[in-house]
């Protein structure tokens, strides 16, 4: 049987990609966070308990799951130390549960300062990035000069590292006008953060392949979405990493042949919060309907999220550059008071019909979109577990984007509970806590 199973974001991210991490954790041995920061934030609803994770991965709160921070992704100590003392307090024994990556990028205080300080100086064009640090230090990852995890083992090293970084950062921050940062107080912290982490690092590709080879269920847990990748996203309103299925393999140390199974979470419309290109977005009531009634601020800032109609172009694309293979549409219930719908089938570049989105913000941003329209359902599909038992336009409206997506829509969620799902195909049996629709 096939194993393993990557979730990841199909849009501008928030697709409601928690919801399935955590159902699919169930049956995971071990989770893998592979790109992002503390930038991301899952919502995971269990029972009437409301949690938010930003860096843990989802499985933590299940007993015999493991859960690995792969390379891939940027750590704050601060951050994560924070997530585990929530953990703890609601009685979640996070150390036995939780592996690091040595070869993580640390986020250091001069990578916050910066990153607050060019979004400040870039005036109109700021990106809209959560002010986290995380771009920062994946600028120096790249540029060799990142202090990871594992340096936190030898601390004398540790500081030449750390005076060297705030000799070169604190420059630019005074160049800005800002303070600069204290090498001391850097280096204070770093003892505490030492002997909290030293016990966490690991050989995280050594655990995956002795997962693997025991035939256990690996699940990949993505951060943001696809359109957000730095590479193949509406750069440069993009995050930093990769976030496409391929950094799933770099950003923890496996094989593509690791992964089994790629899920596509896609909304049934679409959001995005921060600047950037969004042809479908709407500024009416709609729009504000499709907000609140799918409570559209972010988990991580609170921002508000930007609305639209369901952008076919854009899911295609990424459902190529993941190379998904189903789709699970979320939040359909989100729609059921609408009366009609519309669907972008294909952009409009300068005069041009395109059936693909252009490389690049600034042809992105000139899209117009070339909607196509279906009647609503006006009727409540929220809850609903069997395609059967869904309005027909909403099942028209589920095969239509399958048509326009090229991808087969596998799973259908209703509602945020775990169990509120149409299951058409799921090829690992049931999903835990959800019989089968007859
Ligand atoms: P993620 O980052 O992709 O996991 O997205 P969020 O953490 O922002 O989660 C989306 C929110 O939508 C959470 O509050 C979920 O409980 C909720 N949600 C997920 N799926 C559905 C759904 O099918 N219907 C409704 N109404 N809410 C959903």
């Known amino acids: 049987m096939a194993n393993s199973v990557l979730v990841l974001g199909t849009q501008w991210g928030d697709e409601g990609k928690g919801k399935f991490v955590d159902v699919l954790t169930q049956q995971a041995s071990l989770v893998v966070r592979f790109q992002g920061g503390h930038n991301a934030g899952h919502t995971l609803?269990?029972?009437?308990?409301?949690?938010?994770l930003h860096l843990v991965p989802s499985g933590v709160l299940?007993?015999?799951?493991?859960?690995?921070?792969?390379?891939?992704?940027?750590?704050?100590?601060?951050a994560l130390f924070s997530e585990m003392d929530m953990l703890h307090e609601r009685g979640v024994p996070v150390e036995e549960r939780l592996r690091i990556s040595g070869a993580c990028p640390l986020i250091?205080?001069?990578?916050?300062?910066?990153?607050?300080?060019?979004?400040?100086a870039a005036g109109e064009h700021a990106i809209g990035t959560t002010g986290r640090g995380i771009g920062p230090a994946y600028e120096d990852k790249v540029a060799r000069r990142a202090i990871r995890v594992q340096d936190l083992l030898t601390l004398q090293r540790?500081?030449?590292?750390?005076?060297?970084a705030c000799a070169?950062?604190?420059?630019?921050?005074?160049?800005?006008?800002?303070?600069?940062?204290?090498?001391?107080?850097?280096?204070?912290?770093?003892?505490?953060?030492?002997?909290?982490?030293a016990p966490l690092i690991a050989d995280i590709p050594g655990m995956i392949d002795a997962h693997r080879r025991a035939g256990n269920r690996i699940m990949f847990e993505g951060a943001q979405g696809t359109l957000l990748d730095v590479d193949h996203g509406t750069y440069p309103f993009v995050t930093s990493s990769n976030t496409v299925a391929?950094?799933?393999?770099?950003?923890?140390?496996?094989?593509?042949g690791t992964i089994d199974y790629v899920l596509g979470i896609t909304k049934a419309y679409t959001t995005r919060v921060g600047a950037g290109p969004f042809p479908t977005e709407l500024f009416d009531d709609v729009g504000a309907v499709l907000g609140e009634r799918g409570n559209e601020f972010g988990a991580t800032t609170g921002r508000q999220r930007r609305c639209g109609w369901f952008d076919a172009v854009?899911?295609?694309?990424?459902?190529?550059?993941?190379?998904?293979?189903?789709?699970?549409?979320?939040?359909?219930?989100?729609?059921?008071?609408?009366?009609?719908?519309?669907i972008c089938t294909a952009y409009e570049l300068d005069g041009q019909r395109i059936d693909h989105p252009p490389i690049g913000a600034d042809d992105y941003e000139r899209c117009v979109p070339i909607y196509e329209s279906m009647p609503g359902w006006q009727s409540k599909t929220e809850g609903a577990t069997q395609l059967s038992g869904l309005p027909k336009a909403a099942q028209d409206y589920i095969a239509r984007l399958?048509?326009?997506?090229?991808?087969?829509?596998h799973l259908v969620s209703t509602g945020r509970e775990r169990n509120e799902n149409v299951i058409i195909e799921w090829p690992y049996g049931d999903l835990p806590g959800q019989e089968r629709a007859p």
């Not at 609803?45 to 938010?52: H, L, N, R, Y």
């Not at 250091?108 to 400040?120: F, G, N, S, T, W």
């Not at 540790?158 to 060297?164: A, C």
């Not at 393999?249 to 593509?256: I, L, N, Q, V």
């Open 168 to 197: 070169y950062h604190n420059a630019t921050l005074i160049g800005h006008g800002m303070h600069a940062v204290d090498a001391g107080a850097i280096k204070h912290a770093a003892r505490e953060q030492a002997r909290r982490l």
């Open 314 to 342: 854009a899911v295609r694309r990424a459902s190529m550059l993941n190379g998904v293979t189903g789709l699970c549409l979320t939040k359909l219930d989100v729609m059921d008071t609408l009366d009609t719908l519309k």
């Open 246 to 256: 391929g950094a799933a393999c770099s950003g923890s140390g496996c094989g593509p």
């Open 158 to 164: 540790f500081d030449e590292k750390v005076d060297l």
């Open 45 to 52: 609803v269990i029972g009437d308990e409301q949690t938010v």
């Open 402 to 409: 399958q048509e326009l997506t090229e991808v087969p829509v």
């Open 108 to 120: 250091l205080p001069y990578h916050i300062a910066l990153d607050q300080a060019r979004e400040k």
């Open 62 to 78: 299940r007993e015999n799951v493991m859960c690995v921070i792969g390379n891939g992704v940027v750590v704050s100590p601060d």
